[in-house]
């Protein structure tokens, strides 16, 4: 069973910026897609940002553009997010997830088709 560990959220003024990690328990090479999911209380999971860990092309929901970045490493099989300028909306808990197999662009923001999650960590964006 793979194994999602993520780290780094807190507390921070807006405008600040913040990193997240996300560390697989095996390699990640073997894992189509990682991606990043957020839910704030109240609402849905949603999407965040998303990596294709052949190509490292990257997806991000229109509300992060700009502002956050995925990345990886895959000799430390972890996904990171970096993220800045944050505002009180970023406000939720972050989940990583993964998908071992092939996602159509139109399906990579869809948490339905993630295989495995993290436990989430909480980030708190101060106005």
């Known amino acids: 069973q793979v194994q999602l560990v993520e780290s780094g959220g807190g507390l921070v003024q807006a405008g600040g910026s913040l990193s997240l990690s996300c560390v697989v328990s095996?390699?990640?090479?073997?894992?189509?897609?990682m991606g990043w999911f957020r839910q704030a209380p109240g609402k849905e999971r949603e999407f965040v940002a998303a990596?294709?860990?052949?190509?490292?092309?990257?997806y991000y929901a229109d509300s992060v553009k700009g502002r956050f970045t995925i990345s990886r490493d895959n000799a430390k099989n972890t996904v990171y997010l970096q993220m800045n300028s944050l505002k009180p909306e970023d406000t939720a808990v972050y989940y990583c997830?993964?998908?071992?197999?092939?996602?159509?662009?139109?399906?990579?923001?869809?948490?339905?088709?993630?295989?495995?999650w993290g436990q989430g960590t909480q980030v708190t964006v101060s106005s």
């Open positions: 997830a993964t998908r071992q197999w092939f996602l159509t662009p139109a399906s990579v923001p869809d948490p339905s088709t993630y295989n495995q």
């Open positions: 095996e390699r990640t090479s073997s894992r189509y897609a």
């Open positions: 990596i294709i860990w052949s190509s490292g092309g990257t």
